[in-house]
């Protein structure tokens, strides 16, 4: 039987590109995409759609059965930056979806399950310079807790019940097709909004915040390849650390002004400036490049060309 493949929170930035690349291997029909809002036009016109909230198990359970689903991708979490202005439904959301879908794996209903985690994970007293895959881990947000409570379920649950749940410590991803929501990197894709339509950005970090960084090609290949890669090249199953590209705020203006000779850049840093201090500057990844091959393309000029060539298409400029 070939795999069939649940989205749960296809209409976020990453789940709107996932569900594309997904389909182009799966097939359209055997990939559902699902949301509590309807996704991007192209997601809800290739294939099925379905309404739910994740943090409804019999909802969940009822679409899984229905589309016969054997592979679940949970995407729905609630950033860091929102997470922190509503603890409650931040941690009800990041956590129940999480334990709904787990249970599925431990009830031999679903077979492989993908869950990201987040370099929020890491905290103050983390090595914050090419931080290690294990390391002293103390997040200070509510939704670094999340995920790293997440990361010791999914590690639980494989070694217990051997449940074949896969994740990645996403950086902050950079894309240009569905905006971003919530989140304290946020900062490095408005800036190119801004760029095009205003000629000037005020960046909510200060400009020497270094932090790791990926450009959606990049973490759309890392997401699949983990996926794909045969079961005994799995050695982590709380959460890989995987590195794109590190940089600071005025490190990225600087790049785009080689593109736009008039942009301008001031900063304001706000209640989010914490949250990006207390998280790495940059990722030791090698041993997700061991185990299952991680390597990254995009660095910040490639980067900065394809986002700026795309978002001039995408405003029509
Ligand atoms: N991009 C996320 C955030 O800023 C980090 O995982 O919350």
Redesign the pocket.
Same mark, same amino acid.
């Given at each position: 039987m070939s795999d069939r493949i649940l989205i749960i929170g296809s209409s976020g930035q990453i789940g709107t590109e996932l569900v594309m690349r997904l389909r182009s291997i799966y097939g359209n029909d055997n990939v559902i995409a699902s949301d509590i809002k309807d996704a991007a036009p192209e997601v809800m016109e290739s294939g099925p759609f379905e309404v739910i909230d994740g943090k409804n198990r019999d909802q969940v359970f009822y679409v899984v059965k229905k589309h016969k689903i054997t592979q679940v991708y949970l995407l729905a979490a609630m950033?860091?930056?929102t997470a922190e202005r509503h603890v409650e439904a931040g941690w009800s959301l990041n956590m129940r979806t999480l334990s709904h879908v787990l249970d599925m794996g431990k009830d031999k209903i679903i077979k492989k399950i993908y869950w990201p985690s987040?370099?929020?994970v890491f905290g103050p007293n983390t090595p914050r310079i090419l931080t290690p895959q294990h390391t002293i881990m103390d997040p200070n947000t509510v !939704?670094g807790i999340s995920?790293l409570s997440g990361e010791r379920w999914c590690d639980y649950y494989n070694q217990k019940f051997g449940v074949d749940v896969r994740s990645i410590r !996403?950086?902050?991803?950079i894309s240009w097709k569905a905006d971003?929501g919530?989140? =304290? =990197?946020?900062y490095a894709v408005e800036i190119f909004h801004k760029a095009l339509k205003e000629g000037k950005y005020t960046s909510f970090l200060s400009e020497n915040t270094e932090l790791p960084m990926m450009y959606m090609p990049d973490a759309l290949d890392a997401t699949i390849n983990l996926m794909e890669a045969p079961v005994e090249q799995i050695g982590i199953r709380s959460s890989y650390n995987v590195a794109g590209v590190s940089f600071t705020p005025k490190k990225i203006a600087e790049e785009i002004k080689k593109h736009i000779p008039n942009f301008e850049i001031d900063y304001a840093p706000d209640y989010r400036q914490p949250?990006a201090d207390s998280w790495p500057q940059s990722i030791d990844d090698s041993v997700a490049r061991e185990q299952w091959g991680w390597r990254h393309n995009y660095g910040l000029e490639e980067m900065t060309v394809d986002m700026l060539t795309n978002l001039k298409i995408k405003f029509g400029m």
């Open positions: 950033l860091s930056a987040s370099i929020a !939704y995920k !996403y950086p902050g991803i971003p919530g989140g =304290t =990197t946020d949250i």
